[in-house]
């Protein structure tokens, strides 16, 4: 569904993403792996446009997105979840959850079933619902974060870092809504994540990135009983 | 004793609303600075140019108020104009190139309101003329009805930022454009109309002042500095901060020019200025949103 195909990406000179491919289904989770730096979250940004230079191509559900602006992207029903939250703080969390509804001029009563529907995942934001942003914990910043990409029912979802900094007892909350959004919505999921264990156990398939291309695919499953490959490309066992 | 008491509260009420049309300036101009993250230098001179497009409708039209209402949406669609054509090809280049642009946006106004209207002001007579009695004197209904609509417009602003779907966009994109576009705002359009809105105001509220000081082609250099200043003191960004900092400089400069000279009691604002500059640099009511 999204097929990003040989993608370069610059910061100034430097020649940061050096031709990713990358392939993500419906309803599927998918995980890119690497050490700090190789560039696993300024992949996520070029798909999202974030970074001026690019070239490649970029396709989702049929549509081109080489070339479109970020808000394009966007609309055509990718969902962003940068790393630190990202909320808006001074806006509460009802229109932080409205934003992208708004956007796509969905009515009322359409945006009521997918407020409902965020709730059902996340009840602690509906309990928070008129407080502004700023006003959350990190852990229920990140529910927030996600529900808000979530709620204008995107095609692919892509999630970086949503586990640094949060307590355990979050973490299990927040593997459980991603892996039901997946299950029930049939959103794909693009994850880049630390937690190498906690990732690989959500995911069906996994990409090892080394600076700033693919070096190895396959299945999250052959991944983990593989340390060797874990070794060479995370430093770890 | 009575004529001072008399002088002193009718410098007062000037200074409201004066102050009041500051404040409605600098909403326009930081609100531009806000979202665009652009010093509009220009915004002195659509505050002219409203005045001369307000002349000329009041003359056409034969009413004010319609004449008002004229000069704030073709300041509006103006406004747009020059942000779609000028302002977005050169925002992409950093922060000091639409800073140069709009400075010499401005001076290509002020010299063009030269060459086409003349050095000599024009005269926009009172559309109300009513006066209210005040001690042994009158004074003009017309600058308290000033004052409201100036109030008036700065709390539409507010619900529009508050309770509309594009104000809450701006908000967002106040807050982090990236991730406003991110979420599929469209941030260029977003630009446009803002820069449409922040000029429409400004454009009306030269309208406004026509009556009280004429038009003419450097009315936009005396109000810009003032305005400037409120930004600053009220704290870039907050709408209710330019409320209460307008009507500090405002009063500041009125009840100043009382017994200093006008370019003396401008002093008085920039040393109002300094010291915020110095104790509060975030401005007295400031924080980086719109409408809080």
Aim: positive net charge; charged residues 15%.
């Amino acid at each position: 569904m999204l097929e990003v195909v040989d993608l370069h990406a610059f910061y100034g000179k430097s020649h940061v993403l050096q031709g990713v491919s990358i392939r993500v289904e419906a309803g599927e989770i998918v995980t890119l792996l690497g050490r700090n730096g190789v560039g696993k979250s300024t992949t996520l940004k070029a798909i999202m446009g974030l970074l001026s230079a690019r070239s490649g191509s970029l396709r989702l559900a049929g549509h081109d997105l080489a070339g479109l602006a970020t808000h394009e992207i966007a609309r055509l029903g990718v969902g962003y979840v940068p790393e630190d939250r990202r909320i808006f703080t001074d806006l509460t969390v009802l229109e932080n959850l409205r934003i992208g509804m708004e956007v796509l001029g969905w009515d009322s009563p359409r945006q009521a079933a997918a407020l409902d529907e965020a709730y059902a995942y996340f009840p602690r934001l509906a309990e928070r619902r008129r407080q502004a942003g700023g006003t959350l914990s990190g852990g229920e910043q990140q529910m927030l974060a996600i529900a808000r990409a979530v709620a204008p029912c995107p095609r692919v979802l892509l999630i970086d870092e949503p586990t640094e900094g949060l307590a355990p007892a979050v973490v299990g909350e927040l593997e459980q809504a991603i892996r039901r959004l997946t299950a029930a919505e049939g959103i794909g999921i693009l994850l880049v994540e630390q937690n190498f264990r906690l990732a690989l156990r959500m995911s069906q398939r996994a990409y090892l990135m080394e600076k700033g291309a693919i070096r190895h695919e396959g299945p999250a499953a052959e991944l983990l009983a593989t340390p060797g490959l874990l070794r060479q490309y995370l430093g770890v066992a | 004793m009575e004529r001072l008491a008399a002088d002193l509260l009718i410098q007062l009420i000037n200074g409201f609303t004066y102050g009041m049309i500051l404040a409605l300036v600098a909403s326009g101009f930081t609100l531009v600075l806000g979202v665009l993250n652009i010093v509009n230098f220009a915004h002195g001179e659509l505050y002219m140019l409203g005045a001369y497009v307000g002349w000329a409708s009041a003359l056409l039209l034969q009413n004010f108020w319609l004449a008002v209402g004229a000069a704030g949406l073709i300041l509006l669609v103006l406004g747009m104009g020059l942000e779609r054509v000028l302002i977005r090809p050169v925002r992409r280049r950093g922060p000091l190139d639409p800073l140069l642009l709009t400075f010499g946006l401005s001076l290509i106004f002020q010299q063009a309101a030269l060459i086409v209207f003349g050095p000599i002001g024009k005269h926009v007579p009172m559309p109300i003329e009513v006066q209210l009695p005040f001690f042994r004197f009158g004074y003009p209904a017309y600058r308290l009805v000033v004052m409201l609509v100036a109030l008036g417009l700065i709390l539409g602003l507010w619900v529009f930022l508050r309770r509309s779907r594009y104000g809450m966009f701006i908000r967002a994109t106040v807050q982090d454009r990236e991730m406003a576009a991110a979420m599929g705002v469209p941030v260029p359009r977003l630009y446009m109309l803002v820069f449409g809105i922040g000029s429409g105001i400004a454009g009306v509220s030269g309208v406004l002042m026509s009556p009280l000081f004429g038009v003419y082609h450097t009315m936009g250099l005396d109000i810009i500095i003032s305005s400037f200043i409120v930004v600053v003191v009220g704290g870039m960004g907050s709408l209710p901060g330019s409320i209460v900092a307008g009507l500090l400089i405002g009063e500041l400069e009125s009840l100043g020019s009382l017994f200093l000279k006008p370019i003396q009691a401008q002093i008085l604002s920039l040393l109002m200025l300094l010291m915020v500059l110095a104790f509060r640099p975030q401005g007295l009511l400031g924080r980086r949103s719109l409408g809080g």
